[in-house]
């Protein structure tokens, strides 16, 4: 049986008060079937609450806040009754209260409740005295000592944590939708400085200045964000203890590697049927494997043992994320050159296309063609490199003229007016296809050797001085 003795319910305990608090527990024959029986009819888990409750408020927290405060606990052990109860020490500073007095305090009322309660256990010898005396006093088993180890352990458990949030955080980056775009890379070299690098790159010993360059393309917004991620996440393990910053390195490597499994699959759909999210895809591996490359050597001072003694490195991840974005990206390209002879299917070979019905058909066909190209370079064209543009549309267009000169020169008998049908068709798709792979300003092959001045000297060199070559001269800026 428990007897309390408190203040007012509604006032605080405090100096002036605390004496006033007394805990009495009397011992009974009956206690345990007491006990069971209140277990039995679901009442003891709510009167365990509300003991629970007030032995915090009126004994453990007064032990902890009021630093002039200390136990005074009476044994009688002829009414079988303990009570656990204040005395006020005389004020010798303002200094709060001394860890360890309230650590023995503590340990004073536990073993006087003799309960089947649980204690804190601390950190170092005085933790491991009190774990021993705790299994003594049957509040613990012998070999547990679970809040001890946890102390021991903290930067370990801090790291399971940060590591934890850092993959769910990295997880939602990659499953947000990839058409949200920013644009990355360096823009295009001078060309006053083209003639002098080319001198330089006789010389052995020269590296080009864009060695490691990432060429304009457009990424991801999610991707950047994540690969911000995994740059704050490596300067951040540079500044904790060596075993957390081992934990918090492996931790961005999962995030790559977590890459190459969530995003193919989460977004398989839009990377099969929308050629600009499979761009978006191939640049964001470029991206991601480009910096792949000076990740480790970036943050490699910053590690502890071994990481700074060359294992903190990413480059094996190079390949792997290269792979990924070549083979989307190829397969993206199967999917439009089956799609492109699907529809030069419908022309029926090209024969005799000097039929009203065959003639529709073919132009129907070539329309189809065009248009498909059309949609492909007006979503390509900002999306990718302009090498890699101009190589994908390159095949696409050279997979339909192979498609149409071999229809057309495996027919046994064209006749002139086939001849005369066949010429506006092909013409048409001959004026219209170098339109989709035309390069913009300053991004030709001229522009890449000659600057704007050299070749209006190389003209002027050349041509005579007429009307055809002032012309020339002006609409080059």
Known sequence: MTVWTIPHAKEPVTLTNVSQVQ????????????????????????????????LMEYILKPVV??????????????????????????????????????????????????????????EGKNGDENTTL????????????????YARDVNVHFANEKCQELI???????????????????????????KDQTQDAKDKCHVSEGIFALPECAVSESIG????????????AGSNT?????????????????????????????????????????????????????????????????????????????????????????????????QLVENLSGAEGFDQVATDDNFLACERAIKQVVHQLGHLQRVWTDILPSNIFTKAMSTLINTVLMHIVE?????????ADDA???YPLLSGLQDRIPHLIKPGEDEGPLAMVFSASDVKSLIRAIFQNTDRRATALAKIR
Do not use: W
């Open 407 to 415: 229809k057309v020169s495996s027919l046994e008998d064209i006749s």
């Open 23 to 54: 805990l009495k527990l009397v011992q009974s024959e009956n206690a345990a079937v007491t006990v069971n029986a209140m277990n039995q009819v679901g009442i003891l888990k709510s009167k365990m609450h509300v003991f629970g409750k007030k």
């Open 65 to 122: 806040t009021l630093s002039n405060v200390a136990p005074s606990i009476n044994a009688a052990k002829k009414s079988q009754s303990t009570t656990v109860g204040f005395k006020v020490l005389p004020k010798s500073s303002e200094e709060p209260s001394n860890p360890v007095a309230v650590y023995k305090s503590t340990l004073a009322i536990l073993k006087a409740l003799s309960g089947p309660l649980l204690s804190l256990k601390t």
């Open 225 to 236: 964000c994540l690969v911000n991620l995994a740059y704050q996440t490596l300067q951040e």
């Open 134 to 149: 705790m299994a003594m006093l049957g509040f613990i088993a012998e070999t547990a000592s679970p809040l001890l180890t």
């Open 420 to 422: 005369q049908q066949l």
């Open 242 to 338: 060596p075993q957390c910053a081992i934990q918090l390195f492996y931790t961005v490597r999962n995030m790559f590697e977590i890459f190459c499994d969530v995003v193919p699959t989460y977004h398989r759909d839009s990377l099969q049927k929308l050629p600009r999210v499979c761009a978006l895809h191939h640049n964001n591996c470029m991206y991601i494997a480009h910096h792949l490359l000076t990740l480790g050597h970036q943050c490699r001072q910053s590690l502890p043992p071994p990481l700074c003694d060359g294992t903190s490195m990413f480059v094996d991840l190079i390949p792997v994320f290269r792979k990924l974005a070549s083979e989307c990206f190829l397969a993206q390209m199967r999917i439009q050159r089956d």
């Open 168 to 194: 769910v955080e990295a997880r939602k980056l990659m499953k947000r939708e990839l058409h949200n775009t920013k644009r990355v890379g360096t823009m295009k070299v001078d060309n006053k400085n083209v």
